[in-house]
């Protein structure tokens, strides 16, 4: 389990009250996240009850190595992750960043609407810290935490707008973000896109090694 199987781990664990359940099949509540989790090795019963927690017409993703699907199950699509880790003592805390809470959850939405970093939602925010920037009060770039497992948390929703990119602002704010992580005795670890390239030479330029090549498959319940 753990960094294999993260969504697995976080919602049986740390952010268990995050999850909605139905046997040992687990999914973040809807406004949070996409992600259904399993066991390692997961049984009849268990995409069973996954399908039901699901429901008919609904989507979800597996955060994971790739898993054969069963006929009640059918892909939507599947895009290959890199999974990394942050170096020894990356954290480096920030005073320009600001902390980001419920008030500014409409300016977050829009803004990884407009970036795409990955799934970002209503109540995403209520996952752990995020951090921002602002310029003349707009939002212009923002980074947080997303899945929490025993010893590790996840950096997740680095964006920056389009305006101001090539300022080296993602970078500040992972490091932001991992300072706080660290502080809590844990390890800051993030996932990317296989073919995003410009994110992959900016996390190995940061000193981040991989520890597991993955997949996002998303999927959802076949018609009975």
């Given at each position: 389990?753990?960094?294999?199987?993260?969504?697995?781990?976080?919602?049986?664990?740390?952010?268990?009250?995050?999850?909605?359940?139905?046997?040992?099949?687990?999914?973040?509540?809807?406004?949070?996240?996409?992600?259904?989790?399993?066991p390692?090795?997961?049984?009849?019963?268990?995409w069973?009850?996954?399908?039901?927690l699901?429901?008919?017409?609904?989507v979800?993703?597996?955060?994971?190595?790739?898993?054969?699907?069963?006929?009640?199950?059918?892909?939507?699509?599947?895009?290959?992750?890199?999974?990394?880790?942050?170096?020894?003592?990356?954290?480096?805390?920030?005073?320009?960043?600001?902390?980001?809470?419920?008030?500014?959850?409409?300016?977050?939405?829009?803004?990884?609407?407009?970036?795409?970093?990955?799934?970002?939602?209503?109540?995403?925010?209520?996952?752990?810290?995020?951090?921002?920037?602002?310029?003349?009060?707009?939002?212009?770039?923002?980074?947080?935490?997303?899945?929490?497992?025993?010893?590790?948390?996840?950096?997740?929703?680095?964006?920056?707008?389009?305006?101001?990119?090539?300022?080296?602002?993602?970078?500040?704010?992972?490091k932001?973000?991992?300072?706080?992580?660290?502080?809590?005795?844990?390890?800051?670890?993030?996932?990317?896109?296989?073919?995003?390239?410009?994110?992959?030479?900016?996390?190995?330029?940061?000193?981040?090694?991989?520890?597991?090549?993955?997949?996002?498959?998303?999927?959802?319940?076949?018609?009975?």
């Amino acid at each position: 389990m753990g960094l294999t199987n993260p969504t697995y781990a976080a919602l049986t664990g740390p952010q268990a009250h995050l999850a909605e359940a139905r046997g040992r099949a687990v999914r973040y509540q809807a406004e949070v996240a996409p992600f259904l989790g399993l066991p390692d090795e997961p049984t009849e019963q268990d995409w069973a009850d996954a399908a039901e927690l699901v429901g008919p017409g609904q989507v979800v993703a597996l955060m994971r190595p790739d898993l054969p699907l069963p006929e009640s199950f059918k892909l939507d699509q599947q895009l290959g992750l890199v999974q990394f880790f942050a170096p020894d003592s990356f954290g480096v805390e920030d005073p320009e960043l600001v902390p980001l809470g419920i008030e500014d959850v409409a300016e977050m939405v829009a803004l990884t609407a407009l970036t795409d970093p990955g799934p970002f939602r209503t109540r995403t925010i209520e996952c752990g810290r995020y951090l921002g920037l602002r310029r003349d009060g707009e939002l212009i770039a923002m980074a947080g935490e997303r899945q929490r497992l025993p010893g590790y948390v996840e950096i997740s929703a680095v964006c920056t707008h389009p305006e101001y990119r090539g300022q080296g602002l993602a970078s500040r704010l992972v490091k932001a973000v991992a300072a706080g992580i660290e502080k809590d005795g844990d390890r800051p670890f993030l996932h990317t896109g296989a073919t995003n390239s410009s994110a992959i030479r900016l996390y190995e330029t940061l000193g981040f090694t991989v520890t597991n090549r993955m997949a996002v498959t998303v999927i959802e319940p076949a018609e009975r």
